[in-house]
């Protein structure tokens, strides 16, 4: 019999991650009815990272006031499994949580991530995951820090901290967090050179007081310097948010007698071969020969996303689709399903 493994990452604004997967497996099975389909929520931090863990190992949900990245009062939600905390910080410090009008790096905080923390850690919480995708945020995780000092927790090192992203930037530089991200938060170049001057002083002060600077350790840049603050203070450790999430749902274990592996996002290109979800899948599948078939909205380097190992790549949309046909989520579904029925052997 055949068995297809389904995990496609969300369309961003279009399709959630399960959404995604339903719609492929419903092409698989109107093929192939006989077919055993396993579908997986997956995210590499960002949107859906508390669903999609919540989707591999279960857990609740808990509520908590906490405060926008405008000190807004708002209700944000982290999962808890046994002595796990896992933290989306979009939940708490998103861009989405602001109107375009809103959104300015050189105010905004992530000082409502810190209370998510803080709440975990009070009740109990010994490992702490973080997602450090969607932030609103340019602080270096400043924010996150007073909410810690402001509600008087004591960290022991029993506590330990992982932070999930793809992002291997570091703090400062060409290559930091206000110079590449900053400016889709609502930086002008002005203001990005400040960001970047104020993350430049506060890690070289806080180098000086620590006797240790991991500022241009990989991930330091995620989220706006928040991930240079678990880095330096909290001791975490940076891991790809979709290995995490492939290990926690012991997908080596699904991938035998596999018999193809879908993958997707809603735009694919080179920078999918920089640790994104479809790469981290097609790097668990490789060893064990199984292939994996990327599909997306969107497809760009077509060939070096081949020669990188995806058996095939499809656009789901059929040529001269509009954008605007192409991002309504019914037509998406629908299309997805289509391709499937096409693709699948």
Request: aromatic share 6%.
């Amino acid at each position: 019999m055949d068995y297809f493994i389904v995990a496609i990452d969300s369309f961003k604004g279009c399709l959630t991650s399960a959404e995604a997967n339903r719609a492929a497996a419903e092409g698989i099975l109107a093929h192939k009815p006989e077919a055993e389909v396993i579908t997986i929520p997956v995210s590499d931090g960002g949107e859906g990272w508390l669903e999609a863990f919540q989707a591999a190992v279960g857990g609740h949900l808990v509520d908590v006031k906490v405060n926008d990245p405008l000190m807004r009062p708002i209700l944000a939600q982290y999962l808890i499994h046994d002595d796990t905390a896992v933290i989306e910080i979009a939940k708490a410090s998103g861009l989405t949580l602001l109107s375009p009008e809103e959104r300015n790096p050189m105010t905004t905080t992530s000082y409502g991530t810190g209370q998510l923390v803080v709440d975990a850690v009070r009740r109990g919480c010994r490992h702490i995951i973080v997602g450090l995708g969607g932030s609103a945020t340019s602080d270096c995780g400043i924010g996150m820090l007073k909410a810690i000092e402001n509600f008087k927790l004591k960290i022991d090192n029993d506590v330990r901290f992982t932070i999930a992203t793809d992002v291997r930037n570091p703090l400062c530089g060409e290559t930091g967090a206000a110079r590449m991200f900053a400016p889709q938060k609502g930086a002008t170049p002005e203001m990005v050179v400040e960001l970047d001057e104020r993350a430049r002083q506060f890690a070289e002060k806080f180098a000086l007081r620590f006797g240790y600077d991991r500022q241009n350790m990989p991930g330091a840049g995620a989220a706006g310097g928040l991930g240079y603050a678990f880095l330096q203070y909290l001791n975490a450790e940076c891991r790809s948010g979709i290995d995490l999430l492939l290990d926690a749902v012991c997908f080596e274990e699904l991938l035998k007698d596999a018999s193809l592996v879908i993958t997707g996002e809603g735009s694919a290109d080179r920078q999918t071969l920089m640790g994104k979800v479809p790469f981290g899948i097609l790097q668990k599948a490789k060893p064990v020969h199984v292939p994996v078939v990327l599909i997306a909205g969107q497809i760009k380097d077509k060939q070096q996303l081949l020669d990188a190992g995806f058996s095939k790549t499809e656009c789901i949309n059929p040529p001269d689709t509009s954008i605007d046909e192409a991002m309504k989520p019914e037509v998406a579904k629908r299309n997805i399903a289509i391709l499937m029925q096409k693709m699948v052997p």
